[in-house]
């Protein structure tokens, strides 16, 4: 079955970089889009970006465009989600999903949490 492992966030300053990854595996991702969504605390999980796995299209929500990169290492079928000049309204918990469009994935990791602050 499809495993998505999550790792790196942390607490870091406002202004700070954090980089996330996700560790995919159970099936072959050659069609599929790889996402983060975040979700913070009494708000709803919003999409944060997106990459399709074949062809490395990458899309982003307005709030993180130019702050934050999405990347994919095809040969450790890792996605990262590199985040520069954090605002403590990204603070979230931050996950890694995956399906055939672009924003509605049908497998879910675990998240990890983010927080910014000073």
């Known amino acids: 079955q499809v495993q998505l492992v999550e790792s790196g966030g942390g607490v870091v300053q406002p202004g700070g970089s954090l980089r996330l990854s996700c560790a995919a595996s159970g099936r072959t991702f050659s069609n599929y889009y790889m996402d983060w969504f975040r979700q913070a605390p009494g708000k709803e999980r919003e999409f944060v970006a997106g990459?399709?796995?074949?062809?490395?299209?990458?899309y982003y929500a307005d709030s993180v465009k130019g702050r934050f990169t999405i990347s994919r290492d095809l040969a450790k079928n890792t996605v990262y989600l590199q985040m520069y000049n954090l605002k403590p309204e990204d603070t979230a918990v931050y996950y890694c999903a995956t399906g055939r469009r672009l924003g509605t994935a049908d497998n879910w990791g675990q998240g990890t949490q983010v927080t910014v602050a000073s």
């Open positions: 990459i399709r796995w074949s062809g490395g299209s990458t």
